[in-house]
């Protein structure tokens, strides 16, 4: 299951991708916002950084008007890997070489199809487990 949420400027852009993950077969978990009132940002990074890091959720999706602040929000919990992508490529190799967990994106960078775009590189994109890769996530995750 996917755990998605926004802010007021990642909604329509997350309602998108909700539909997108219908048409695909594949079940959410929408944590927020209900609607394009604004919001803070933080309470819907948090929700979706929780659901995941507590195993209730495989993967998330976080998306706000940059993704900046979206992504800063859900990487302070201990074991997400939010990576903030603007193009296809850096979702596939966020998620071969860093095993992301957490993808963030900035509705007002990307827009609809192009976001689309990366959450499918990101879905559908496996860890490659390579052995130098698994050392730089141990590394990430170790304590300061």
Known sequence: MIAIGSDHGGYDLKELVKKHLEERGIEYRDMGCPDKSSCDYPVYGKAVAKAVASGECEKGIVICTTGI???????????I??????????????????????????????????????????????????????????LIESEA
Request: glycine letters at 10%; a negative charge.
């Open 69 to 79: 602040g979206i992504s800063i929000t859900a990487n302070k919990f201990k074991g």
């Open 81 to 138: 890997r939010a990576a903030l992508c603007a193009d296809s490529l850096s979702a596939k190799l966020t998620r071969l070489h860093n095993d992301a967990n957490v993808l963030a994106m900035g509705a007002g960078i990307v827009g609809p199809n192009l976001g689309i775009e990366i959450v499918d590189a990101f879905l559908d994109t496996e860890f490659s487990g390579e052995e130098r890769h698994q050392r730089r996530i141990d």
